[in-house]
């Protein structure tokens, strides 16, 4: 790929970017926050993200064959547009909070689906059929990763509207596990 990098040490990069994107991603959709604080793991997951793409997207130099993993490559780097743009452009003001969970989500699941195929593709006991379901494993998976996916979207959605001020008018100082961390 590189010079002086061998293909299995370019692989083995490409996978702890995307699992640590995935795991970033999960974190930051747990508990979401506006704070200074929370710009790191969010910046984590972006990046690590953003790179986890690009690096995949380069395995056509090696062998090119366009596949659907390519595909949702390409849709992820587009969907960071408007995530980027709500996160650090618009910080995350008014409607853009929503853009903002909706792209962090879909590149969470994108990078999640990628991983999803590659463990059954590379898997000879996941690729092997019970006979006792009717449907499909990977469709079972890409199903729980759906509702994953949109538990996660709506939960952060929750923690960053600005509505959720109690009754009796005093707002509520919100712990996070990231401002914790910071």
Not at 73 to 101: D, E, M
Not at 145 to 162: E, I, P, Y
Request: charged share 10%.
């Amino acid at each position: 790929m590189f010079p002086g990098v061998s293909l299995s040490t370019y692989t083995t990069a490409h996978v702890v970017l995307s699992l640590i994107g995935i795991a970033a991603g999960v974190l930051v959709l747990l508990r979401p926050s506006r704070t200074p604080k929370a710009f790191g793991v969010t910046s984590l997951f972006l990046a690590t993200t953003l790179a986890g793409n690009v690096s995949g997207l380069l395995y056509l130099i090696v062998f090119p064959h366009f596949g659907v993993g390519h595909a949702i490559g390409i849709a992820s780097l587009i969907v960071f547009a408007p995530t980027l743009l709500a996160l650090w452009r618009h910080r995350l003001a008014g409607n853009w909070r929503h853009v903002w969970v909706a792209g962090a989500t879909t590149l969470l699941y994108f990078n999640a689906v990628i991983a999803v195929m590659q463990v059954f593709s590379k898997s000879s006991y996941l690729r092997t059929p019970p006979t006792t379901t009717p449907v499909s494993p990977p469709l079972l998976a890409h199903l729980l990763l759906v509702f994953v996916c949109l538990c996660l979207a709506l939960h952060a959605l929750g923690a960053l509207h600005s509505d959720n001020a109690p009754a009796n008018g005093r707002r509520v100082k919100h712990l996070y596990v990231v401002d914790r961390w910071g």
